[in-house]
């Protein structure tokens, strides 16, 4: 996988100067340029939210002395900062480079989860498969063993892209649980609040659903949930596991009772979380797939986003193979997987591929961008905080119109396109700025019932600071409204968001503005499926190319 840019972020060489400064001095032995070189590869890697180096691959940007890979590994087999027990270094099968930190927590999550996928739950039977398609007709075969397989196991994880009934049949497998015993305690999650309410919405709202950072009760650095106080349920459903780091997966575990079942869903293909160690990728390396064995369920009929969206999705999910995405080369334009199927678009399609020079943003964005913010002035300068039903309309036109960028900076990065829209009014504090402004929580807030990266909207007359509201929540669920001043440094414009702070959102129309740049297959796969009915794709020239 690759950061969102291609490019490592700012404070990734000075972590590499520091490291190689500070560790051979707390192990006592002088700095070495190669052991050297090996951090920053390292540190590079952990800026793009990945774990390791290949030694048996290409050498990677940090490495300038000649002899890579062998002068490097000849170098490790002799450091102590590669030394079992205490080196801060480990190489693993003689190629593969990590932080031993990561090293033995990845060992111990996937362990772990392996372990669980490998007992089978004390409770009630699910009926045998001979049963299953009279209980649940309307699944296909693979969906049909997907239930089944939450019977059998402690844990079940179920994949599958955007339309290929994860969540239809994630109902039946709860469904199924609760029969073979209605006592069962069951509780829904997701990494981000959007996420954990399209879930709640999508299985009938009836089933506790939260955050998986609430669920736990994240206080910043630490959990208020663990081994010594575990959470009081026998089944567990995880959405968007895709997201989901090797440090939260493991509080998660050591939270989770040992008798508890545990249905982990996602689509390998999205993007990885942000912060190291994407667990789900981790589970397609063949090791642990086969270990999975039966308790892993993958899901492949799709049942909606169909058109020319669905192709491209499809196009760009066939060139991902198992494990981290390939970074297309430097300078190419990272839709050459999918050219043909875009150059074969028709006017009529449900994606559209036009090509705009930056810096300039292109009218396409901008003009239904700015439609989109009229039409939501309209609705919330005049909004009451005790008005639901228009608040809950106003929610809904929200999730009309997503417009994604990988980047926050440059020409066509999310401070740009919030520039051109709100010019000035970006430097006075957020409480004056225009009504319907989409308003991004950039932390996690339990007290408020907020989570990183939930939307909500800003209601309210500019001319009366202490009515201002800003209203949370998705249609149909819990809205919300706190005043700004009760987010203050906590809360940002999101006109449009990066395509990473997207993840688990889904909306009628998406607009996405790919900048020049490396990019990979995964980025664009996610971006474009966040479309329910349209999507717009908005390139620089490539076609000449």
Same mark, same amino acid.
């Given at each position: 996988m690759s950061s969102a840019a291609g490019?490592? #972020?700012?404070?990734? #060489?000075?972590?590499?100067?520091? $490291?190689?400064?500070?560790? #051979?001095? $707390?192990? @006592?032995?002088?700095?070495? !340029?190669?052991?050297?070189? %090996?951090?920053?590869?390292?540190?590079?890697?952990?800026a793009r939210g990945e774990l390791e180096v290949d030694l048996a691959g290409p050498a990677p940007e940090a490495i300038h002395s000649e002899g890579w890979p062998q002068a490097h590994r000849q170098r490790l087999a002799s450091s102590p900062l590669a030394a079992e027990p205490d080196g801060p270094l480990v190489l693993v099968a003689g190629q593969r480079l990590l932080w031993r930190r990561w090293q033995l927590q990845r060992q111990r999550v996937l362990t772990t989860l392996i372990a669980r996928s490998q007992w089978q739950p004390a409770a009630p039977q699910i009926p045998a498969a001979g049963s299953s398609a009279a209980l649940h007709p309307k699944l296909d075969e693979r969906q049909q063993q997907a239930v089944l397989a939450v019977g059998r196991h402690g844990l079940v994880l179920l994949e599958g892209g955007p339309g290929t009934g994860k969540t239809s049949t994630v109902a039946a497998m709860i469904a199924a649980a609760q029969a073979s015993d209605p006592s069962l305690r069951i509780h829904l999650a997701a990494p981000t609040g959007k996420a954990a309410a399209r879930l709640r919405s999508a299985t009938g709202g009836q089933l506790p659903c939260t955050t998986l950072h609430r669920l736990l009760e994240s206080r910043g650095s630490h959990y208020g949930r663990d081994r010594r106080r575990p959470l009081a349920l026998d089944l567990l459903v995880v959405d968007e596991v895709s997201m989901v780091d090797l440090e939260l997966m493991e509080a998660l575990l050591e939270a989770l009772p040992p008798s508890a079942r545990l249905v982990l869903v996602g689509d390998p293909a999205q993007l990885p979380p942000i912060a190291p160690g994407p667990v789900l990728l981790e589970l397609q390396q063949p090791p642990w797939r086969q270990r999975l064995g039966q308790a892993a369920v993958t899901l492949s009929t799709a049942y909606r986003n169909s058109g020319a969206i669905a192709a491209v999705a499809a196009a760009l999910r066939a060139s991902l193979e198992p494990g981290p995405s390939a970074v297309v080369a430097e300078g190419a334009s990272p839709i050459a997987s999918i050219q043909a199927e875009l150059a074969a678009l028709a006017p009529g399609d449900n994606l559209r591929w036009i090509e705009a020079r930056p810096p300039?943003?292109? #009218?396409? $964005?901008?003009? !239904?961008?700015?439609? +989109? +913010? &009229?039409?939501?002035?309209?609705?919330?300068?005049?909004?009451? !905080?005790?008005?639901?039903?228009? &608040?809950?309309?106003? %929610?809904?036109?929200?999730?009309?119109?997503?417009?994604?960028? !990988?980047?926050? &900076?440059?020409?066509? @990065?999310?401070?740009?396109?919030h520039s051109s829209l709100l010019g000035e009014q970006l430097r006075r504090p957020p409480v004056d700025w225009p009504a319907g402004t989409p308003l991004l929580c950039t932390r996690n807030l339990p007290d408020l019932g907020l989570a990183n990266g939930d939307v909500g909207i800003l209601i309210g007359s500019a001319a009366d600071r202490r009515q201002r509201r800003i209203v949370f929540g998705s249609p149909g669920l819990e809205i919300a409204p706190v005043h700004p001043a009760q987010l203050a440094g906590a809360v940002e414009a999101a006109l449009a968001l990066t395509v990473h702070k997207a993840q688990g959102s889904e909306a009628r129309q998406v607009i996405v503005l790919l900048p020049p740049g490396r990019s990979d297959q995964r980025l664009l796969y996610t971006a474009l499926t966040r479309a329910r009915e349209q999507a717009l794709l908005i390139t620089p020239p490539i076609r000449a190319q």
């Open positions: 490019q490592a #972020p700012n404070w990734a #060489p000075a972590l590499a100067a520091a $490291l190689s400064e500070a560790l #051979p001095r $707390l192990h @006592g032995v002088a700095p070495d !340029p190669l052991i050297s070189e %090996l951090i920053a590869a390292l540190s590079d890697a952990l300039l943003l292109p #009218p396409e $964005l901008i003009a !239904p961008l700015r439609l +989109q +913010q &009229q039409r939501l002035r309209e609705l919330a300068q005049n909004c009451d !905080p005790e008005d639901g039903a228009t &608040q809950a309309a106003l %929610l809904a036109l929200r999730d009309q119109l997503l417009v994604l960028t !990988p980047v926050r &900076q440059g020409p066509w @990065g999310l401070e740009a396109i």
